[in-house]
């Protein structure tokens, strides 16, 4: 294969697009937490303890960090990135699955669909010719 430039295909730009997205979201869903973890006022009973929701906080900020660090260098034709969201796309049809097959169609398993079809809507962007060119490169 040549070491010519190989643009990055538009199946993979959106989903880079979809894990900025998804990076922002969560980042700016673990600030939210630290702050009403914060702006509570001691005397009120809270269903789980402040520090509980600070723990989570901080978790969900840095799950989003490094989901930003690989959106990053998702966009650069990281390999290892690819293999990365790969995998992560994976473990959410096996939980969208496991909830469908728990609950049905309704209730909590009422988006298990639509996370599989996303799922693998990202596995197939991913994985196609063009992208292999691109991240093979």
């Known amino acids: 294969m040549s070491t010519a430039n190989v643009t990055r295909p538009g ?3 959106v989903v880079v697009v979809l894990t900025w997205i998804s ?3 969560q980042i ?3 600030v939210m937490l630290l702050v009403v973890a914060a702006a509570v006022a001691p005397d009120v009973d809270l ?3 402040r520090g509980t929701v600070v723990a989570i906080g901080i978790l969900v900020l840095l799950v989003g960090i490094v989901t930003a660090a690989v959106a990053s260098r998702l966009g650069k034709g990281g390999n290892g ?3 990365l969201v790969s995998v992560l796309e994976v473990l959410q049809v096996a939980g ?3 909830t469908l097959f728990t609950y049905g169609r309704t209730g909590p398993g009422s988006g298990a669909i639509g996370t599989i079809a996303i799922a693998v809507l990202i596995l197939v962007l991913l994985w196609n010719r063009r992208a292999d060119a691109f991240f093979t490169r």
Do not use: E, F, N, W
Request: charged share 5%; net charge positive; proline share 0%.
């Open 81 to 83: 990135a690819r293999i």
């Open 96 to 98: 969208a699955l496991a």
């Open 28 to 30: 700016l869903i673990g």
């Open 47 to 49: 269903t789980v303890g």
């Open 23 to 25: 990076a922002v979201l």
């Open 11 to 13: 199946s993979v730009t």
